[in-house]
Antibody
Framework: QVQLVQSGAEVKKPGASVKVSCKAS????????MHWVRQAPGQGLEWMGW????????NYAQKFQGRVTMTRDTSISTAYMELSRLRSDDTAVYYC????????????????WGQGTLVTVSS | SYVLTQPPSVSVAPGKTARITCGGN??????VHWYQQKPGQAPVLVIY???DRPSGIPERFSGSNSGNTATLTISRVEAGDEADYYC????????????FGGGTKLTVL
C-alpha cells in the first residue's frame, strides 16, 4: 500500500533553516510528482511547490521562491523540503502529498499524504 | 491569483444531506478536487475531477461543478463525517498554480 512517512517535529529559531523528509513506499517513487503543502495552526492549506522525482525538476510557489528548495534521493525513495530564513509565521504542519504520474499532465489531485511534520519557529 | 470561496461552516443533522460550496470565477471550466481533514490528521481526497470518488470513499460523497460554483454533497450524513473540507483547483496561468479554498467546517448536530 502507498505510504508517505515524514520526519519528526522540529523546533527552530528565527533565521534558521529546516529540512523535512518524506519517505515513499508502495509505489514507484520516480513515477509520480511530489508536492509540499503547509498548514499554519488553525488555518487552511497552502501549496508550496512540487518536484519531479525522476528528473529533479521543481516548481515553487512565488511566495516561497528563494527560500524553499525541494530535492530527492531516488536511492532511498525520499523527497526533501528545505525552508530557509525561517520566521515565526512559518510555524506550521508541513505535508508531502503525491500528485499525478509524471507521464500524465501535471494538474490533478493529491491522492496520498504524509502524516505531517510540525515545524515550530520560536526564539 | 485565482480565489476559491467556501463558507466557514455548515451544520447538518444526522441522516440529512450536507452541501458544501466552493465559489470561483468560471470554476466550471476547471477541475475541482475535494479533501476531508479531521482534527490532527492529514487531508484525505474524497472527490477528484469534480465528481469521481477514490476507492474506499462511500457513495454518499458526490460532487458537481458548473458556472461559478462547485458543490460537495454528502448524503445521509453520519457523525464521522464531521471534519473540515477543502476544495482545490489548478490555475496554471498563475504564479501560484495550486489553489485551495479556505475550508468549511462541517458540524453534525
Amino acid at each position: 500500500q502507498v505510504q508517505l512517512v515524514q520526519s519528526g517535529a522540529e523546533v527552530k529559531k528565527p533565521g534558521a533553516s529546516v529540512k523535512v523528509s518524506c519517505k515513499a513506499s508502495g509505489y514507484t517513487f520516480t513515477g509520480y510528482y511530489m508536492h509540499w503543502v503547509r498548514q499554519a495552526p488553525g488555518q487552511g492549506l497552502e501549496w508550496m511547490g512540487w518536484i519531479n522525482p525522476n528528473s529533479g525538476g521543481t516548481n515553487y510557489a512565488q511566495k516561497f521562491q528563494g527560500r524553499v528548495t525541494m530535492t530527492r534521493d531516488t536511492s532511498i525513495s525520499t523527497a526533501y523540503m528545505e525552508l530557509s530564513r525561517l520566521r515565526s509565521d512559518d510555524t506550521a504542519v508541513y505535508y508531502c502529498a503525491r500528485g499525478r504520474p509524471i507521464e500524465w499532465e501535471l494538474e490533478g489531485s493529491f491522492d496520498y499524504w504524509g502524516q505531517g511534520t510540525l515545524v515550530t519557529v520560536s526564539s | 491569483s485565482y480565489v476559491l470561496t467556501q463558507p466557514p461552516s455548515v451544520s447538518v443533522a444526522p441522516g440529512k444531506t450536507a452541501r458544501i460550496t466552493c465559489g470561483g470565477n468560471n470554476i466550471g471550466s476547471k477541475s475541482v478536487h475535494w479533501y476531508q481533514q479531521k482534527p490532527g490528521q492529514a487531508p484525505v481526497l474524497v472527490i477528484y475531477y469534480d465528481s469521481d470518488r477514490p476507492s474506499g470513499i462511500p457513495e454518499r460523497f458526490s460532487g458537481s461543478n458548473s458556472g461559478n460554483t462547485a458543490t460537495l454533497t454528502i448524503s445521509r450524513v453520519e457523525a464521522g463525517d464531521e471534519a473540515d473540507y477543502y476544495c482545490q483547483v489548478w490555475d496554471s496561468s498563475s504564479d501560484h498554480p495550486v489553489v485551495f479554498g479556505g475550508g468549511t467546517k462541517l458540524t453534525v448536530l
